[in-house]
């Protein structure tokens, strides 16, 4: 049973619209992530969190924002969706050393 | 410029033999590496890890060994299964920081 989840697994959307990725986990952790995978690539930090009210921008430069009201819950949104957003985006989150994933949203912008 | 690599993007394995699967990494300051297994359209799922106070950890299947000396890991598999083909990412962090990942080698057993 998956401790974190993501919604939508897949999700098709036209160019400009407005898109809130979720991601839940029930573990309690206070580290959460936000990774971009393309196939044949590595997967690149977008977005962390180490806990409540703290966010942070990653590695990789992203158009998408993140929010972190609730400790289980790290919404990521994009304002204006463009075709170069298509991608796979893992959720993911931490205790120490203990990282789990998300099965991941495949967004394709259209 | 990539911290850890996975310079070899595919590996093709006959049931039953051995599968190893390479990771170098840059920085020295990395303290603990992990391996994770993907298939498409999934999240990575945790294999097995080693902290930089050790040079191997195994586990079933698995032994991660680890050469700080090279900059080096790897992952064993033995005996490789048909059920074992996927993705298999290296990972590393530096005190608890976010993983740095690897782009990857994608795994083939036949039988």
């Known amino acids: 049973e998956a401790d974190i989840y993501q919604t939508p697994r897949y999700l098709v959307i036209g160019t400009g619209k407005k898109i809130t990725l979720e991601c839940s986990q029930t573990m309690g952790h206070d580290k959460m992530y936000w990774y971009q995978q393309d196939p044949g690539m590595e997967l690149h930090l977008i977005h962390y969190?180490?806990?409540?009210?703290?966010?942070e921008k990653g590695d990789l430069s992203s158009e998408s924002t993140v929010s972190r009201i609730r400790t289980e819950h790290f919404p990521l949104t994009l304002e204006s969706a463009r075709p170069s957003h298509t991608s796979q985006y893992l959720c993911?989150?931490?205790?120490?050393?203990?990282?789990?994933f998300g099965s991941g949203t495949r967004l394709t912008v259209v | 410029d990539q911290q850890v690599k996975q310079n070899s993007p595919s590996l093709s394995v006959q049931e039953g033999r051995i599968s190893i699967l390479n990771c170098d990494y840059t920085?020295?300051?990395?303290?603990?590496f992990l391996w994770y297994k993907k298939y498409p359209a999934e999240g990575p799922t945790f294999l097995i890890s080693i902290s930089s106070i050790k040079d191997k950890n195994e586990d079933g299947r698995f032994t991660v060994f680890l050469n700080k000396s090279a900059k080096h890991l790897s992952l064993h598999i033995v005996p490789s299964q048909p059920g074992d083909s996927a993705v298999y990412f290296c990972a590393a962090s530096e005190a608890g920081t976010a993983l740095i990942f690897g782009k990857g080698t994608t795994l083939s057993v036949s039988s």
């Open positions: 993911a989150s931490s205790d120490t050393y203990g990282y789990t």
């Open positions: 969190s180490y806990g409540v009210n703290s966010t």
């Open positions: 920085n020295s300051m990395f303290d603990y």
